[in-house]
């Protein structure tokens, strides 16, 4: 167990629709990141943030967005779904300071099917 | 641009055997860091390594460890005495400078441990 939760576990939805996934990372992690990983795309970084800041942004959709809270969790919200954001998504904490290894841990991801 | 190739999609080792999985990276950048995560079938994401840019060791973590060639750029996982719970996608990934937090990984490589 990483020490990072994400609920809900599977989300079933139809096309068009707006789904909320939601990150609660490790105590004491300041860092959140966002990843989707599908059997095309492989693993791929969308966002991340640092106490509550946007800090890298990656292959994020404009149907997408996320924020993180002042309690640190976050969320990611993904709207207008299409069959092609069918995904395994992950979020990872960090601890986040300067010059360390910064390890991400991951939670045990959230899978989106858009039917 | 930095990247992480992985040429290995698929590769067999018997079990108490060593296995090397390949992975080159590509960056301009001095100060980086790579990692090593490894996802069984149940889907988490499990840190394995860790091997900064600056760190003249290769890293080492129980039975992984990491042969770092920073001139030909790459960090291949070496896994000794292979277990039947090895078997799993292992993914190489790099971070950029510190400030950045910008993670890429590789396609990964599919293990699988024969008895």
């Known amino acids: 167990d990483s020490g990072v939760t994400q609920t809900p576990k599977h989300l079933i939805t139809a096309t068009g629709q707006r789904v909320t996934l939601r990150c609660s990372p490790r105590?004491?992690?300041?860092?959140v990141y966002w990843y989707q990983q599908s059997l095309d795309q492989g693993l791929q970084f969308l966002i991340q943030y640092y106490n509550g800041e946007e800090r890298a942004k990656g292959n994020i959709l404009e149907r997408f967005s996320a924020q993180q809270f002042p309690d640190l969790h976050s969320e990611l919200n993904l709207s207008s779904l299409e069959l092609g954001d069918s995904a395994l998504y992950f979020c990872?904490?960090?601890?986040?300071?300067?010059?360390?290894?910064?390890?991400?841990?991951f939670g045990p991801g959230t899978r989106l099917t858009v039917l | 641009a930095q990247k992480i190739t992985q040429t290995q999609p698929g590769m067999f080792v018997q079990e108490k055997e060593a296995v090397t999985l390949d992975c080159t990276y590509d960056t301009s950048d001095q100060s980086y860091g790579l990692f090593w995560y490894k996802q069984p079938s149940s889907g988490e994401m499990i840190f394995l390594i860790y091997?900064?840019?600056?760190?003249?060791q290769n890293a080492t973590e129980g039975r992984y460890s990491l042969n770092f060639q920073k001139a030909r750029k790459s960090a291949n996982l070496v896994i000794s005495a292979s277990q039947l719970g090895d078997s799993a996608m292992y993914f190489c990934a790099m971070r950029g400078p510190s400030g950045t937090y910008k993670y890429i990984f590789g396609t990964g490589t599919r293990l699988k441990v024969l008895a």
């Open positions: 091997q900064g840019s600056y760190d003249e």
């Open positions: 990872a904490s960090s601890v986040s300071i300067s010059g360390s290894k910064n390890e991400q841990f």
């Open positions: 105590s004491g992690d300041l860092s």
